[in-house]
């Protein structure tokens, strides 16, 4: 495979996996993906952005080859340290000697769990950094979060190209390479953004008002077709989907508070209502009640995305939660965690750890967790009911502001 011309003295020397199919365990890549790295000619040498996964570093290899000497490589930049992309760093800064590594400050913390050999020349870049080469600015954007702390951007000023990293990412194959001449990658779009990019909204809200200050004809992310058919378009999508509350647009000022119960007996779902009660006494939230056994996931999901504030009830069988219950929970790794507030409470009979153990992992999540566990033990009586009220209402107060001291 040859390099491909991306715009005058632009090559595309990133590579084709046609054959994966699950992708950082997470995702499922039914179109295989693709590894996109770019090189700059230059009369005043060469800049190469990003490389690709290691087992394809040969091909990479000799795509460059066929372009430069490595001696006249001036810079690599590196906008995200994901193996997908620095896989073949290493042996690029060992060939490369006259290469100056351009990176973040956060990159320059973690790369040396990288690169383990050799002398790094490097230079950490962000916002407003921007270096000339051969009649060619090119700028820095710090764009951290997108998806690791460390990712940053670039925009090729003359070219009016964005390197977006993963931002704008699909894990899509096809050879043919730019969003106007490859099949329908609608889907593939979205997906790489739900699993990748959902969990940092705000950080992509943050790279597009900085993307928006740019004048960009052309995204070359590192996944995927190279969009060169209607940017704005793919920037308005991701800014849609980051700022959406909900497919109703949220609940105005309310906040919205979420019960999931799991019951075998009724007990944690009477617990559940009366719960439910109780936070319904307090102004200005929205409370909802659902069956966890029998929602989908991807409804956990949403909901669990628009919730201010998330119960969730748990008999404790065997001595556990049940597997919903946990399943719910790990939903978390695809939103932002921030910002949540949670609480635990089940029905038991002899034992009871499973509340605790719910409680202990929403603290693993950095919810906040003001409330000790609601435990009953068995049918819950008259007063018992009247108790899980209380901690309902308790909850929606401090849902609407009411100072708790918690311990850390
Ligand atoms: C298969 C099974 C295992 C159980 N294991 C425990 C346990 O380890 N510890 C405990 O406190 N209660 C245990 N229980 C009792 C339940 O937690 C108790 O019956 C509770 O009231 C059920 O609430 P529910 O009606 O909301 O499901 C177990 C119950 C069942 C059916
Ligand atoms: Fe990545
Ligand atoms: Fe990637």
């Avoid at 595309?12 to 994966?20: E, H, L, Q």
């Avoid at 001696?71 to 896989?87: A, M, R």
Wanted: hydrophobic fraction near 40%.
């Amino acid at each position: 495979m040859k390099p491909i011309l991306v715009k005058k003295d632009l090559y595309f020397v990133g590579v084709f996996d046609p054959d994966i199919r699950t992708f950082d365990i997470i995702m499922k890549t039914a179109n295989g993906s693709s590894y996109n790295a770019y090189l700059l000619k230059t009369d005043d040498g060469v800049v190469v952005f990003d490389g690709v996964k290691e087992e394809f570093g040969e091909e990479y290899f000799s795509k460059i080859e066929s372009l430069c000497d490595y001696d006249e490589i001036k810079y690599i930049i590196v906008h995200h340290l994901e193996p997908d992309h620095s896989g073949t760093l290493p042996i690029l800064i060992s060939k490369a000697k006259n290469a100056k590594v351009m990176m973040s400050p956060q990159a320059n913390l973690m790369i040396k769990a990288v690169v383990h050999s050799g002398e790094i020349q490097f230079e950490t870049v962000w916002s407003g950094k921007s270096i000339q080469i051969g009649g060619k600015t090119i700028k820095f954007l710090s764009t951290p979060y997108l998806h690791w702390p460390e990712t940053i951007s670039s925009v090729l000023v003359e070219d009016k190209v964005l390197f977006s990293g993963d931002v704008f990412g699909s894990h899509y194959f096809d050879k043919k390479l730019f969003d106007d001449l490859v099949g329908d990658f609608d889907y593939a779009f979205k997906y790489y953004y739900d699993h990748i990019m959902r969990p940092f909204k705000r950080h992509v809200l943050n790279a597009l008002r900085l993307y928006e200050g740019e004048n960009i004809e052309l995204i070359a992310p590192l996944h995927g077709p190279i969009i060169r058919q209607n940017p704005i378009k793919y920037i308005n999508l991701y800014k849609s989907w980051s700022e959406q509350k909900g497919i109703f647009g949220g609940k105005g000022d309310k906040k919205t508070i979420s019960i999931f119960y799991l019951t075998s007996y009724k007990n944690t779902k009477d617990m559940a209502e009366s719960i439910e009660l109780g936070c319904e006494s307090e102004p200005k939230v929205v409370v909802n009640v659902y069956d966890l056994a029998s929602l989908e996931e991807n409804n956990v999901l949403n909901l669990l995305e628009e919730s201010d504030g998330i119960l969730i009830g748990t008999p404790t069988i065997n001595g556990d939660a049940p597997k919903p219950a946990w399943d719910a929970l790990s939903c978390m790794m695809l939103l932002e965690k921030t910002g949540k507030t949670g609480g635990a409470f089940g029905s038991y009979g002899w034992s009871g750890e499973a509340p605790n153990m719910i409680n202990d992992r929403m603290k693993a999540l950095k919810f906040r967790v003001p409330l000790e566990p609601l435990k009953i033990k068995l049918i819950p009586t008259k007063d018992e009911l009247d108790k899980a009220y209380l901690f309902g209402k308790e909850f929606a107060q401090i849902i609407n502001g009411k100072m708790v001291e918690m311990e850390i």
